[in-house]
């Protein structure tokens, strides 16, 4: 009986990579295992006790925190805010009325005129030849009228003695009649060559400021052409011309009727104080396409503080509400069923649906269950269920709350 020894292993051979990595130590895997098992551990308690805690300030338990302002009560001025544009009183475009070389100008560009000041001067010269043929023309007439009308009385003297024909006082009549109608023609065109030569001094028709020469001197100029010489804009007074939405007519009808429109400008006079002028125009009709109407107002602007074309923005006050309910604009949410504010009483949350009377974004008059010193939430609104528990925060240094006092 044969027998065969056993086999032995090759000490030198080497290890495959697997072989190797299942000779780890069993301690290392046992240090990664715990601290995989730690931070899963560790992330389900943070956010298990997150999901607890507002789990428990929606049950009421802790409350949700939040911060609230008082409500007031006092007069809310109904004030709309717009931007306006400056327009001028008159704005005038100044052209020749009779042909000729445009001789000189005789003020400077931009200059402030005063009405009746000469501006420009057309070539005179031929206007005052036809002036002087006028004159000479109903000179000879008026002398011939005068020895028709001589000879038509001696006629009539003559005939009363049966010397002249009745043929003879007929034409003597005639000539005088038509010499009558002659100097009266030349008269007219005596007055036509007075006018024609006054126009060629073009003088201002307003008193305001000019703009820029738009033909210079030395050009041939056209009676009434399309290209003014100058436009000259009436400064003092000037205009402010803005819009406001239709649904504003009737407190806009109201108050004309009582104690008239005010336009408060953001502009101050050379005294500092800002501008203020009543509206003297409300337009006739509301534009379709804005739906909006225009209103001016006049200012005087002695000291030249407005400009046409300048923008500017206007404060006008269209209403006063007398004894007004006051929230802060932040105070108001709005829902499914209107607008609505949440009410502090004995630490819990209390909805009340309020009407909105007037919101000047910052300062909201309202009506509803709600009175002045009641203290309403501006803040944390979103974490918080009616009738739950409230925790108030104090209030931001920099809160600002016009309707009401923060708390």
Known sequence: MSSQAPEMKNPSRASSPADAYARLPAKKWLLGGGALAIAVFAFWHLTHNEDSRNAAQRRGGGGAPVRVAGVTQRDMPVTEHTIGK????????????????????????????????????????????????????LARDQAQLKNALRDKQRYETLRDKGNVS?????????????????????????????LNLGYTQIRSPVDGKTGPLLIQPGNLIAAGGTTPLVMIAQMQPIKVSFTLPETDLARIRARQRTSGLKANLDVAD???????????????????????????????????SLIPG?????????????????????????????????????????????????????????????????????????????????????????????GGVPQ
């Open 310 to 402: 300048q923008l500017v923005n206007i404060n006008v006050e269209l209403d006063n509400i007398k004894n007004a309910l006051v929230v802060p604009r932040d105070a108001i949410s709005d829902g499914p069923n209107g607008s609505y504010v949440y009410e502090v009483q004995d630490g819990k949350a209390v909805q009340h649906s309020v009407k909105i009377l007037f919101d000047d974004t910052k300062s909201v008059a309202v009506e509803g269950d709600i009175k002045a010193g009641d203290k309403v939430v501006i803040e944390g609104q979103l974490r918080i269920v009616p009738g739950g528990a409230l925790n108030v925060m104090p209030a931001r240094n920099d809160s600002a709350n016009a």
């Open 166 to 194: 009745a043929q003879q006082l007929d034409l003597s009549s005639t000539n005088a009649e038509v010499l009558v109608a002659t100097v009266a023609a030349d008269q007219a065109a005596l007055q036509l060559a007075e």
């Open 86 to 137: 400056v327009i001028a009183n008159t704005m005038v475009q100044v052209t020749a009325r009779v042909q000729g070389v445009l001789d000189s100008a005789h003020f400077k560009e931009g200059q402030f005129v005063k009405k009746g000041d000469l501006l420009f001067q057309i070539d005179p010269r031929g206007y005052q030849a036809s002036l002087d043929q006028a004159k000479a023309i």
């Open 270 to 304: 050379d005294k500092g104080t800002p501008l203020q002028a009543g509206v003297d125009f409300t337009d006739n009709a509301v534009n379709a396409q804005s739906g909006t109407i225009e209103l001016r107002a006049t200012f005087a602007n002695g000291d030249l």
